[in-house]
C-alpha cells in the first residue's frame, strides 16, 4: 500500500491570495470573481471551514455573485463542514430571491443540514412565511423530521415562531 501523498504547505502569499477570493465571494465582489472565474478558479473552491464561494456569496445575499457562481457551475447542494448547504443557510437569513435563485439553479428543497433540519425547518424556525410558502411550492415536505424527531412545526413551536405556526398547523 503506497503512503498518502502530503498536502503541499502554502507561502504566506497564495494564502494571502485565497483569503482575497472568499473575501470577493463574501463582500459579491462579481467583477472580481468574474474575472477569476474566467482564469480558471474552480466555482467550487471552499474555505478551511468547508464554506464554498456559493455559501458565502449566498449566505451574505449577495445575488449577482451567488448567480455568477451557479452559472460557472457551482454546486447548490455542496455543504459546509457544519453540514449547512446554501439553501439552508438562505431561509435562516430570510432571504426569499436567494431562495428563488438556489431552487432555479437545482438546490435539493429536501436537502438536510448534519442535523436533519432541511431549508423548510430553518424557515419555520425563523418564521419566514414567505419561504416557507416557496419552499412548499417546490415540493418540501411539512412532515418531514430532523434528527431529535421535530417536524417543521414543532421546531417552530418550540422557538416560539407564532406565525410559521399557524401557517404550518393549517397544512397539517
Same mark, same amino acid.
Given at each position: ?7 503541499? #504547505? ?7 491570495? @485565497?483569503?482575497? +477570493?472568499f473575501?470577493?465571494?463574501? !463582500? ?5 470573481? $468574474? #474575472?477569476?472565474?474566467?482564469? $480558471?478558479?474552480?466555482a !467550487?473552491l471552499?474555505?478551511h ?25 457551482? %454546486?447548490?447542494?455542496?455543504? !459546509?463542514h457544519r ?9 435562516f ?9 438556489l431552487l432555479?439553479?437545482?438546490?435539493? +428543497?429536501?436537502?438536510t443540514? @448534519?442535523? $436533519?433540519?432541511?431549508? /423548510?425547518?430553518?424557515?419555520a424556525m425563523? !418564521?419566514?412565511?414567505d419561504i ?13 423530521? %430532523? +434528527? ?5 412545526l ?5 422557538m416560539?415562531?407564532?406565525?410559521s405556526?399557524a401557517? /404550518?398547523s393549517?397544512?397539517?
Amino acid at each position: 500500500m503506497q503512503a498518502p501523498k502530503p498536502t503541499p #504547505e502554502l507561502d504566506d502569499a497564495t494564502l494571502a491570495f @485565497a483569503e482575497q +477570493v472568499f473575501d470577493s465571494a463574501r !463582500n459579491g465582489d462579481s467583477a472580481r470573481l $468574474g #474575472e477569476l472565474l474566467a482564469q $480558471g478558479l474552480p466555482a !467550487n473552491l471552499r474555505n478551511h471551514a468547508g464554506d464554498s464561494l456559493l455559501m458565502l456569496a449566498s449566505y451574505h445575499g449577495h445575488i449577482d455573485a451567488t448567480r455568477l457562481l451557479l452559472e460557472h457551475g457551482a %454546486d447548490p447542494q455542496l455543504r !459546509n463542514h457544519r453540514g449547512h448547504t446554501p439553501l439552508a443557510g438562505a431561509a435562516f437569513k430570510g432571504n426569499l430571491p436567494m431562495i428563488e435563485l438556489l431552487l432555479a439553479h437545482g438546490a435539493d +428543497v429536501e436537502g438536510t443540514c @448534519a442535523d $436533519g433540519k432541511t431549508a /423548510l425547518t430553518m424557515a419555520a424556525m425563523f !418564521n419566514h412565511c414567505d419561504i416557507i410558502e416557496q419552499l412548499l411550492a417546490h415540493g418540501a415536505d411539512p412532515q418531514a423530521r %430532523d +434528527v431529535n424527531g421535530a417536524t417543521p412545526l414543532a421546531a417552530a413551536a418550540l422557538m416560539g415562531a407564532t406565525d410559521s405556526q399557524a401557517l /404550518l398547523s393549517r397544512l397539517s
